[in-house]
């Protein structure tokens, strides 16, 4: 006599045992985590006790989640400061090449108009 996976011995033409298969195969349809097409549909119930991921497929729960976007945002605004600082630090250069650009301009005007008085 074989067993099914629920642990009871499977008797074909017994009708008892049909029905029982019946009324099992319908609570874990309505109660359980069901297999639909590629995806698992837990039917509006909760998943409980969930590991943390430990491979790209695992499913995350809600902690694990919440801490990864915190951390994120944390180096995002990090990540924003020190952009605010670069973009200071090349405007004073900017400045600066504007005002060594003025300063070279002006002497070599000086510089020519010199010359000029020499010849």
């Known amino acids: 006599m074989s067993i099914n996976k629920f642990g009871i011995s499977e008797r074909r033409n017994d009708d008892s045992s049909q029905r029982w298969n019946a009324i099992v195969r319908n609570y874990v349809r309505e109660n359980a985590?069901?297999?639909v097409a590629t995806d698992f549909d837990a039917r509006l119930h909760k998943i409980r006790r969930l590991a943390l991921?430990?491979?790209d497929t695992d499913a995350a729960n809600k902690l694990f989640v919440e801490q990864h976007?915190?951390?994120l945002a944390n180096h995002q605004k990090e990540s924003d400061?020190?952009?605010t600082l670069c973009e200071k630090d090349v405007r004073a250069l900017q400045a600066a090449v504007n005002e060594?650009?003025?300063?070279i301009i002006?002497?070599?005007?000086e510089i020519t108009t010199?010359?000029?008085?020499?010849?």
């Open 69 to 71: 976007v915190k951390t």
């Open 114 to 119: 010199k010359e000029n008085e020499r010849q």
């Open 33 to 35: 985590l069901c297999r």
């Open 106 to 109: 002006k002497t070599e005007s």
């Open 100 to 103: 060594l650009q003025r300063i």
């Open 81 to 83: 400061e020190r952009q």
């Open 53 to 55: 991921p430990e491979a």
